[in-house]
T-cell receptor, first 115, second 109 residues
Framework: EPEVTQTPSHQVTQMGQEVILHCVPI?????FYWYRQILGQKVEFLVS????????KSEIFDDQFSVERPDGSNFTLKIRSTKLEDSAMYFC?????????????FGPGTRLTVL | KNEVEQSPQNLTAQEGEFITINCSYS?????LHWLQQHPGGGIVSLFM???GKKKHGRLIATINIQEKHSSLHITASHPRDSAVYIC???????????FGTGTRLQVFP
């Protein structure tokens, strides 16, 4: 069964460094999302992406964050200058053609630790 | 006040018991999702509902749009059902999902 994959599973970085988190959504999906979950807290929406552009972003998704779909298969989240509070699990998700509120398929997550 | 509230926060059960987890929301929605988060952190989508009731195996999800309430039921619970169950709503005018804080379920043999 097709699945969303994410790499790396765990990323450790120093404060102020740039990180790129990678996701490969399911191949025929059209809607893509990034979420984050700080340890012990609820999942939070970061950004949605459709038709090669951001369709919506949350107040968390400030100028330090960017997303890209560079080659039609990968979907990346970049954090330009990481802060301690960026430490969290980051989940990528995708959903099939239809509507953006269709079932979302989540990747296994990347645990980001900022030291 | 959270836009999505779940109850209970924690739930323990004996194997075989019938489980109910509740979700109430305060915004207009186009869909409600029930998700399962395993102890390792992975998230699996269980149901997406916009009305009525859905069933998959031992899991049943219902939604009452007028009352802004949804329930997730697990029949004949099993220790492998132990996980965090999360309710999330899609507001009608946006793409974003708004998540509840989750219900931690532990089923003991």
């Amino acid at each position: 069964e097709p699945e969303v994959t994410q790499t790396p599973s765990h990323q450790v970085t120093q404060m102020g460094q740039e990180v790129i988190l990678h996701c490969v959504p399911i191949s025929n999906h059209l809607y893509f999302y990034w979420y984050r979950q700080i340890l012990g807290q609820k999942v939070e929406f970061l950004v949605s992406f459709y038709n090669n552009e951001i369709s919506e972003k949350s107040e968390i998704f400030d100028d330090q964050f960017s997303v890209e779909r560079p080659d039609g298969s990968n979907f990346t989240l970049k954090i330009r200058s990481t802060k301690l509070e960026d430490s969290a699990m980051y989940f990528c998700a995708s959903s099939p053609p239809g509507t953006s509120t269709d079932t979302q398929y989540f990747g296994p997550g990347t645990r980001l630790t900022v030291l | 006040k959270n836009e999505v509230e779940q109850s209970p926060q924690n739930l323990t059960a004996q194997e075989g018991e019938f489980i109910t987890i509740n979700c109430s929301y305060s915004v207009g929605i186009s869909a409600l999702h029930w998700l399962q988060q395993h102890p390792g952190g992975g998230i699996v989508s269980l149901f997406m509902l916009s009305s009525g009731k859905k069933k998959h195996g031992r899991l049943i999800a219902t939604i009452n749009i007028q009352e802004k309430h949804s329930s997730l039921h697990i029949t004949a619970s099993h220790p492998r059902d132990s996980a965090v169950y999360i309710c999330a709503v899609a507001r009608g005018d946006t793409d974003k999902l708004i998540f509840g804080t989750g219900t931690r379920l532990q089923v003991f043999p």
